[in-house]
C-alpha cells in the first residue's frame, strides 16, 4: 500500500535525525573504522532475512551499475560525513551536510521534463546563506581549523543527492540489495582503516551503545526503510518530508547537549530548512495519489 510505504520511508528520516548525535557521541574511532563496523551491523537484517529465505539470494543479481552507485553512495556519504565531525563542531557539520535535500529539490528541477524555477533559486541562495552563517563564525574570516571538516561535510552533501537522483532510474531493483551496498561499503571500510588508520576502540559502554546505534538505525533500517519508501510510498510527501531532517538533528544535538544554542546556529536552521522548503514548494502543495 502506498500509504505503509510512505510511513515506512519516513521513519528513515526520522532515524538520520540521530546519525550527528550518534557519531559526536562514538568517541575518536577513526572515520573508516567507524563506517566498517556500523555498516557491519547495518547489513545484519538483511543477512537474517536472506538465511531464514535463501531464494532471495538471486535478488542479489544486479547489472555493476547499480553496484557501483550504491556502494558509491553508502561509502561516499558516510565517510565524508564521520570526517566531517571529527574535524568541525557536530551541529556545524550536520547542517552543511544536510544541504543534501535542498540539492536533490534543485538538481530534479534540472532533469529531463522538469524545470528551474525562481523558488529553487531562491531556496538554493537560502540555504548557501544559511551555509556562510556556520562557517563564517568571525565574519568575513573562516575558522581555518575546522575547513577540513566543513568541505567533507559539503562534498557528503552533493555526493548524497547525488546518489538519490542517480537510484531514480533503478526502481524496479530489490531493497534485498541493500544487504550487499552495506556488506561491500564495510569491507571497502575496512580495507582502507588497515591501510591508513590506527585502531581506536569505543572507550565506554556510552561509546559502544552509540556505535551500535549507529549500525543498527541511520547506518542500518533506515537505508532499507528509505528504499521500501522510494519504491512503494508517495516519493513527493518522503521528498518534503526530509527537509525536517536539519532542524531534528540540530534540535537533538542542541537537547543531548553537544551544542550550545546560539543566533547563528538558529539563523542557519532557518535558512537552510526554510530554503529547502521553498525550494520543494511543488512537492509540498501537490496532492497525493488517490491510490492507496
Known amino acids: 500500500m502506498k500509504i505503509r510505504g510512505t510511513l515506512i520511508g519516513f521513519t528513515a528520516i526520522l ?3 540521530l546519525l550527528a548525535l550518534m557519531t559526536a557521541a562514538s568517541g575518536k574511532m ?9 555498516f557491519a551491523i547495518g547489513s545484519l537484517p538483511g543477512l537474517i ?4 529465505r535463501p531464494e532471495r539470494l538471486r535478488l542479489l543479481r544486479q547489472p555493476p551499475k547499480v553496484w557501483i552507485i550504491g556502494i558509491g553512495g553508502l561509502f561516499g556519504y558516510h565517510f565524508l560525513y564521520f570526517t566531517a565531525l571529527r574535524n568541525a563542531p557536530a551541529v556545524e557539520a550536520g547542517l552543511i551536510a544536510y544541504l543534501w535535500p535542498l540539492l536533490i529539490v534543485v538538481g530534479s528541477a534540472l ?3 522538469e524545470r528551474l524555477r525562481w523558488f529553487h533559486i531562491v531556496g538554493a541562495l537560502a540555504g548557501l546563506c544559511g551555509t556562510f552563517a556556520i562557517i563564517s563564525r568571525t565574519g568575513l574570516n ?41 556488506l561491500a561499503t564495510s569491507l571497502l571500510s575496512l580495507i582502507c582503516h588497515l591501510a591508513l588508520e590506527v585502531t581506536v576502540w569505543p572507550a565506554g559502554s556510552g561509546e559502544w551503545a552509540a556505535v551500535i546505534g549507529l549500525g543498527l538505525l541511520p547506518v542500518g533500517a ?53 530554503g529547502a522548503a521553498l525550494a520543494a514548494k511543488d512537492m509540498i502543495r501537490r496532492k497525493p495519489s488517490p491510490k492507496s
Open 111 to 113: 532533469l529531463p521534463g
Open 15 to 17: 532515524m538520520w535525525s
Open 142 to 182: 573562516f575558522d581555518q581549523s575546522y575547513l577540513v571538516g566543513y568541505g567533507a561535510a559539503l562534498a557528503c552533501a552533493f555526493t548524497w543527492s547525488g546518489y538519490s537522483l542517480l537510484t531514480r532510474r533503478f526502481e524496479a531493483v530489490s531493497t534485498d540489495v541493500v544487504t550487499g551496498f552495506c
Open 30 to 38: 577513526p572515520p573508516f573504522q567507524l563506517s566498517a563496523v556500523t
Open 222 to 274: 533506515a537505508f532499507y526503510a528509505w528504499d521500501y519508501g522510494v519504491k512503494n510510498g508517495d516519493i513527493q510527501i518522503l521528498g518534503a518530508a526530509s527537509y525536517a531532517a536539519p532542524l531534528l538533528s540540530t534540535l537533538i544535538l542542541l537537547l543531548f547537549g553537544f551544542a550550545e544554542p546560539s543566533l547563528r546556529i538558529a539563523l542557519a536552521c532557518v535558512l537552510i530548512t526554510g
Open 49 to 52: 532475512l536472506l538465511a531464514f
